[in-house]
């Protein structure tokens, strides 16, 4: 059991060099770029406050659970340990599971069923990657994420990937959100806008809702 807290005890070991710029962080660029998993998440909270309070207060899970992905992520690239690596993976894979259930089209199915459903096969998919990891890469690949088959001869590709998953992955649920507010709850009017000037199209979207012309953001 203490092998897999062992730095190096995982089998993948990226392209990035080992120690090269530190002796106590194995792969040092694809350590520290997860640091956009930690600092952007407790903003998100923020401009999502209104979407929390009166559309649904899930949305703060996804960005917690952003926050796990990021600290786990870094935990792996800095000793390469084992269970660094399972706890990386499996964050990634609950951050799918919790969007998934959150903004699936609600007429579809019965939403408390649809909700222990999606526990319950994250919870499987939990002890399977526990127990045989390599499903891990299979799940994931599955699900999106691209292969580890990839070869390009780039030392920090990966830590360039860290960085444009979490923009995607961010931009992707402010979409469902937006369209989530569209479907289920039409008297409250969903806007997309941008940190931290609005009308700065490159800055950090969120969406204000509103209700009886109140932006309830500001409540």
């Keep these: ?39 952007l998440p407790p903003l998100l909270i923020h401009l999502f406050r209104g979407y929390g309070q009166f559309v649904n207060r899930g949305i703060h899970i996804i960005w917690i659970l952003l926050i796990f992905v990021g600290l786990s992520s870094a935990y792996f690239h800095a000793t390469l340990s084992l269970i660094g690596q399972l706890l990386d993976e499996v964050a990634i894979l609950w951050v799918f599971f919790v969007a998934f259930s959150m903004f699936y089209p609600r007429r579809l199915f019965p939403v408390k069923r649809f909700v222990v459903a999606t526990v319950f096969l994250g919870a499987i998919a939990t002890v399977l990657a526990i127990i045989h990891p390599a499903i891990n890469a299979f799940v994931l690949m599955c ?58 199209e490159l800055g950090i979207p969120y969406v204000s809702i509103k209700a009886h012309n109140k932006d309830l953001n500001e409540i």
């Excluded at 070991?13 to 530190?22: H, L, P, T, V």
């Excluded at 990966?158 to 923009?167: D, R, S, T």
Aim: net charge neutral.
């Design 1 to 39: 059991m203490w092998a897999t807290l062992e730095p190096g005890s995982s089998p993948i070991d990226w392209c990035e060099g080992n120690y090269k710029f530190s002796p106590l962080i194995a792969e040092f660029v694809n350590t520290v770029t997860n640091i956009i998993f930690v600092i």
């Design 143 to 200: 699900l999106g994420i691209p292969s580890r088959g990839l070869q390009i001869n780039f030392p920090y590709l990966h830590g360039l990937w860290h960085v444009f998953i979490f923009i995607s992955s961010y931009t992707a649920c402010v979409l469902f959100a937006y369209f989530s507010v569209k479907e289920e709850k039409p008297d409250k009017k969903a806007t997309l806008k941008y940190w931290p000037k609005n009308d700065f």
